[in-house]
Structures are given as structure tokens and as C-alpha cells.
């Protein structure tokens, strides 16, 4: 679990490690809402919101710190610490219990 207010270096970290077809989830404490960043090409990546809103964007590189604080603030407006989970290329997204 990370800070909400520092978590976006730790997240802009992980997103350049990821290969192709890889994933990352960002769920708030209660796993009530999540945003799945998955790398479609090497500079391209697929935005799934489904939460607040439910949305599908792709985002280039260049516009991925900008992309990650506005959906911190839409879909997370009052957590305070965020989950991050890393999905394999096969695996889907986590079916965890909510609190």
C-alpha cells in the first residue's frame, strides 16, 4: 500500500518496467474501485477505469503523469493509501474480497 499524495514516482516507476501485455492495478483500501494500466506497445498503454466511471482510453507515454493524477482524483478522491498490484500477461484482473 502507498500514499496517495507520493504514490504517483513509485506507479511512473513500475509502468516503465512493465513488458508488453503486462498490467498494473490501482485499487483504493476498500478494492471498491480499480484503474488497470495495461502496455499494449512500447510507448502505448490502455487505461481501464471502472469505478466512479467506467472508461477505456489509450494513453501515450507522454501523457501518462498527467493521466495518472486526474484518475487519482476522480476515482480516489478520499483514500488516502492506494493498493498496486502487477498482473502477468495471462492473468486477469484480481477477484479480491472487498473490505
Known amino acids: 500500500m502507498l500514499d496517495k499524495d507520493s ?10 518496467k512493465l513488458q508488453i501485455g503486462e498490467k498494473l492495478e490501482l485499487t483504493p483500501y476498500k478494492r471498491n474501485r480499480c484503474v ?39 476515482e480516489f478522491p478520499r483514500s488516502h493509501k492506494i493498493r498496486v498490484y502487477f498482473l502477468s500477461r495471462d492473468e486477469h484482473q484480481k477477484s479480491l474480497k472487498k473490505l
Open 36 to 74: 488497470l494500466f495495461e502496455k499494449i506497445a512500447e510507448d502505448q498503454f490502455l487505461v481501464k477505469e471502472d469505478g466512479f466511471y467506467k472508461d477505456e482510453n489509450r494513453v501515450s507515454w507522454d501523457q501518462i503523469t498527467r493521466t495518472l493524477k486526474k484518475i487519482l482524483k476522480r
Open 7 to 16: 504514490c504517483i514516482p513509485h506507479i511512473i516507476s513500475r509502468l516503465k
